[in-house]
């Protein structure tokens, strides 16, 4: 059975860091894009972040690029999201998911998601 | 950026009723088009990718179809258990992104 299981996230200050975390498990976890999206409250979803199996291809939507990094551990089978100099507009459930036709792909699996807020 | 345009926003229907959700793509997406269901409190489920292929597992009542710019997703029947909030997303071109949502209420 696959599993994605996300963990991480919290309450932040805005201009500060944080590191989102997502262990999978039931596939083969190198054969895969893996790929970040996130909900604010209320609202529709968004992509973020995709990674290459072997995580040297990387793609990211504008307004988080240069402040968030996606990287995975494909011998911990796990993908993170380090997301720095947080915005209160990044408050969200982020969700990890998987890619199953490379960095232009629908998303098969989803976790559960862990909510970020970036309040003072 | 391509844009999806996804209507209606929401829908009240009934137990049987038909329930049909158009997306409309600012750009050719050939057929990159998938659909997803969301339960509140919830992440997405997968229902349809390729804009017309069933997800393995998900009931026969959903279905999708279009290319190009414009595409429909219907469910024939409409059962309590598919309340929800439906997306459609193209991943023709990066940035990927999702239409605005449609809630369907009973």
């Known amino acids: 059975e696959v599993q994605l299981v996300e963990s991480g996230g919290g309450l932040v200050q805005p201009g500060g860091s944080l590191r989102l975390s997502c262990a999978a498990s039931g596939f083969s976890f190198t054969s895969y894009w893996m790929t970040w999206v996130r909900q604010a409250p209320g609202k529709g979803l968004q992509w973020v972040a995709s990674i290459k199996q072997d995580g040297t291809e990387k793609n990211y939507v504008d307004s988080v690029e240069g402040r968030f990094i996606i990287s995975r551990d494909n011998a911990k089978n796990s993908v993170s999201l380090q997301m720095n100099s947080l915005r209160v507009e990044d408050t969200a459930v982020y969700y990890c998911?998987?890619?199953?036709f490379g960095r232009g792909s629908y998303s098969d699996y989803w976790g559960q998601g862990t909510l970020v807020t970036v309040s003072s | 950026d391509i844009q999806m345009t996804q209507s209606p926003s929401s829908v009240s229907a009934s137990v049987g009723d038909r329930v049909t959700i158009t997306c409309q793509a600012s750009q050719d997406i050939i057929n990159f088009l998938s659909w997803y269901q969301q339960k509140p409190g919830k992440a997405p489920t997968l229902l349809i990718y390729?804009?017309?292929n069933l997800e393995t597992g998900v009931p026969s009542r959903f279905s999708g179809s279009g290319s190009g710019i414009d595409f429909t997703f219907t469910i024939t029947s409409l059962q309590p258990e598919d309340i929800g909030t439906y997306y459609c997303q193209q991943y023709d071109n990066l940035p990927l992104t999702f239409g605005g949502g449609t809630k369907v209420e009973i």
């Open positions: 998911a998987r890619a199953p």
């Open positions: 390729d804009a017309s």
